[in-house]
């Protein structure tokens, strides 16, 4: 498969990814922070949000002060943010329009037809019918997994989607474990916006029932950290994804084994067995927000790995222009 | 109930669908027929449904410097154009006679320049032209073919005799709209076809596959064949991806290929790959930054060389734009007499070239009754359509010619075939005749084929002659039919 093939598979898969997390991250809080939280408290879960993404100097410029909804409309329609949902899903389709004769009609129909309904939104729409609107984003992006899936060859192209897909969850996922709430093992949530803010982390990674499968609907900071970090079969837990890229760097790699695919096959397995093999004390004494910002400082270097592996392939220079990677 | 056809209006010049009596001419009876009675909300209905069919799939163009990069459906009319089968056999024997004619010109030019020697055509007049790749003079390409894809546009007159306005043997595009207005034209409307014996479109890509394998460097058992694409920003991109998709072969931008020993590869999630046929849809001037344009990022440095080792072949091949030069065609006629020795079956319009004096002073003196194009654009870009032009205008091309003749030629204003279309009236849709013309695409293999009917272009705005996407054009659904009725 063509290098330039392969990336714009796995920045699709990215930017659908971050998508789905940014519109699901916005809807839980924006409908929990509408029942209880003061003007302040907002203002901390959007400025935390934006610093974790890297986004926060950006929203200052534009807007200043930190309201809920200039925040909003930063993080789903404004131009100038390349991580908002329109621009988001404007990169994927553009990375799809590169690859059209590669991806299957249907795909290319359905990302195109997402792009044309999400272009022409306002602010108007958004305030209208917020959650419907935030809604259909998500529901949009599972949906196209599942056109993905079910029309598409299961061959590199996929496997790559895939990577990219699995990489930018476990980020997304590990980013929303980092809350202050969750970072001492001994407290339980009293105060009403302390629960909420454990509802908040496990809804926004779609968690909460299955969570509530094992653990009942008691919400203890401790086991939500074990289920969004260590749980072996629920999909977005960071080490679900951590054991699913391990495959597919693995599968992607096939029979070559230049240096940068020994290299990404090796970062990829280290990084999931520090999540099989890890555990809530080690967490806890490294500090859970210093663990999760090795997870993600190894999904970084894993990224990059991967890209010198399979995007540049070696021997000459690259005239690809890299992708808006700011995570 | 009133009928579609009521309110049509004949228009001097000729009608394709109608006889100036206003009876159906003979091949669009059963048409005129059948749609005699299709209610005017359906028509509407199927409209919208062609609309957004169209912008769904992403069938657009971009548009040229518009900083928005705004992508633009090229607007498909309902109404068929039907060819009937005696007149068709007709284009396609005067195509196919030109197209041999042409290729025989190049293989002559950048060999012998036989017709040069004796003077048929002025060596001044191809040597001054930046069409013209002098390095590439003593390289024949494989099998002596230049052109394998060309689209050659026809246009009738008055009395609806066909001429050719262009030859168009670079990259010409427009096929994909051939496949998919029949394709959309099927869905919308299913009972139109019945028992009218349309003759389908769509071997084009396979044929083309298959011309495009023949290419390969001898011993080659699955030959690798990709097609060359500038990149999303070209106004073809759509299709570009089109062919790809129907012909199962890679598309490839110039930074996905790389040269190295003469031979091409692609660059690939596994190493290195070899390429051996390229179906490039990039003109010379940037396909090889070492050879022509310096500042091309949309060739591959090397390509010539390879080419020229026969490591690669490309289609078309390299410096076919002397011989679709909007002078160097009004040639034309006197290649087929020379190396065919046979009369031109499809004519010229009439051509005067600025780079003749008395042409010259023929032009300036009737600029307000000429079509000028300038000789080295294309797509309906640099032209001065005399009737319609204001002083100003003429004016500023008279300047132009002057300061540069052999830039420049005219031609009459050929008052082009109308054929009804159904356009927007108020509130309503109306039916109204519109000027159009016709490009049938040509594939050269072992034989020269042709798609059957081709993309027929309307000028969608009132009285205008400039049948361009670019430039506010669309287009219909062509029917060749196995008979004449």
Redesign the interface.
């Known amino acids: ?4 093939t ?1 990336e714009s598979f796995f920045w699709i898969g990215r930017f659908i990814e971050r998508a789905e997390y940014t519109a699901r991250f916005v809807n839980v809080h924006y409908h929990l922070l509408t029942e209880i939280a003061t003007r302040e408290d907002q203002a901390n879960i959007w400025t935390r949000y934006l610093e974790d993404t890297g986004e926060l100097e950006a929203y200052t410029e534009l807007y200043g002060e930190m309201l809920t909804r200039p925040m909003m409309e930063f993080v789903t329609l404004c131009r100038e943010n390349p991580n908002s949902l329109t621009n988001l899903i404007a990169a994927a389709r ?1 990375n799809a ?2 690859i ?2 590669q991806l299957s ?1 249907e795909v ?2 359905f990302m ?2 997402f792009y ?1 309904n999400l272009k022409g939104k306002t602010e108007l729409e958004l305030w209208a019918d917020t959650h419907d609107l935030l809604g259909h984003v998500r529901n949009t992006c599972y949906t196209l997994d599942g056109v993905m899936g079910s029309t598409m060859v299961h061959d ?1 192209g996929w496997n ?1 989607y895939r990577l990219g897909k699995n990489i930018e969850r476990g980020g997304r996922t590990a980013r929303l474990i980092d809350i202050p709430v969750l970072s001492d093992p001994s407290t339980e949530p009293r105060r009403i916006s302390e629960y909420h803010q454990c509802l908040a982390a496990l809804k926004s990674a779609s968690a909460f029932e299955a969570y509530r499968k094992f653990y009942s609907a008691q919400l203890v900071p401790k086991k939500i950290v074990q289920f969004l970090l260590f749980h072996n079969k629920f999909p977005r837990s960071v080490r679900f994804t951590t054991t699913q890229t391990t495959k597919l760097v693995e599968r ?1 790699a ?1 029979g ?1 084994r230049r240096p940068e695919t020994r290299q990404a096959i090796r970062l990829a397995g280290a990084l999931a067995a520090d999540l099989e093999f890890g555990s809530l004390e080690e967490v806890y004494s490294t500090g859970l927000s210093q663990f999760l910002a090795q997870v993600l400082e190894q999904l970084d270097q894993l990224s990059n790995m991967v890209a010198q592996a ?2 540049r ?1 070696s ?2 220079s ?3 222009q890299s992708q808006s990677q700011a995570v | 109930m009133k009928s579609l056809f009521d309110s049509y209006q004949m228009k001097s010049g000729f009608d394709e669908m109608f006889e100036p009596a206003g009876v159906p001419r003979r091949h669009y009876r059963r048409l005129v027929e059948r749609l005699r009675n299709f209610p005017q909300k359906d028509l509407e209905l199927k409209r919208r449904q062609a609309d957004q069919a169209f912008l769904r799939q992403g069938i657009t163009f971009t548009v040229y410097g518009d900083p928005q990069q705004t992508e633009k459906i090229f607007p498909f009319d309902l109404m068929p154009r039907i060819i009937p089968d005696t007149e068709w056999r007709i284009i396609e024997e005067g195509i196919r006679q030109r197209v041999r004619a042409l290729n025989m010109f190049l293989v002559d030019l950048y060999g012998d320049q036989r017709i040069l020697d004796d003077k048929i055509v002025p060596r001044e007049l191809i040597e001054s032209s930046v069409h013209f790749q002098k390095d590439l003079v003593g390289f024949c390409p494989p099998k002596g073919v230049f052109i394998h894809v060309a689209g050659v546009d026809l246009v009738r007159n008055h009395e609806g005799q066909y001429f050719v306005l262009e030859d168009n043997l670079r990259t010409p595009s427009g096929v994909s709209y051939v496949l998919e207005n029949r394709l959309v034209m099927k869905q919308l409307f299913p009972n139109l076809f019945d028992d009218m014996r349309v003759r389908p479109v769509d071997q084009y890509p396979t044929q083309l596959l298959e011309n495009l394998k023949g290419l390969a460097p001898v011993g080659k058992e699955n030959p690798m064949v990709v097609l060359l694409t500038p990149g999303v920003f070209n106004s073809a991109y759509f299709e570009h991806s089109f062919l790809s998709l129907q012909m199962g072969i890679q598309m490839v931008e110039g930074r996905d290929l790389v040269v190295e020993s003469d031979k091409v590869y692609m660059k690939t999630t596994q190493g290195l790959e070899q390429v051996d046929v390229i179906y490039r849809r990039v003109d010379d001037s940037f396909l090889d930054p070492e050879v022509f344009r310096e500042d091309s990022l949309l060739g591959v440095p090397g390509l010539v060389r390879a080419y020229r080792a026969g490591n690669v072949a490309l289609a078309n091949g390299i410096g076919n734009g002397i011989a679709d030069d909007k002078a160097v065609y009004t040639f034309v006629p006197k290649m087929i007499d020379y190396y065919l020795t046979e009369k031109p079956i499809l004519q010229n319009v009439p051509t005067y070239m600025c780079g003749i004096p008395e042409d010259r002073t023929y032009v300036l003196e009737h600029l307000g009754s000429l079509v000028v194009k300038a000789v080295a654009e294309s797509g309906g870009y640099g032209m001065l359509m005399g009737p319609s032009s204001t002083k100003d205008e003429q004016e500023e091309f008279r300047r132009k010619i002057e300061a540069s003749p052999r830039s420049y030629i005219a031609q009459p204003v050929v008052s082009l075939s109308h054929h009804p279309c159904v356009v927007d009236g108020g509130e309503k849709l109306r039916l109204v005749g519109r000027h159009v013309d016709l490009r049938p695409f040509v594939l050269w293999g072992d034989d020269i084929t042709l798609s059957l009917g081709g993309l027929t272009r309307v000028a969608l705005k009132e009285g205008s002659l400039v049948v361009n996407s670019s430039q506010g054009g669309g287009s219909k659904d062509t029917w060749v039919l196995e008979g004449d009725e």
């Open positions: 498969m063509l290098s330039r392969a553009n329009r590169g059209q004769d009609s290319w129909h195109n037809d044309l590199e790559f992607v096939g070559t399979f995007f392939t021997g000459y690259t005239t690809s």
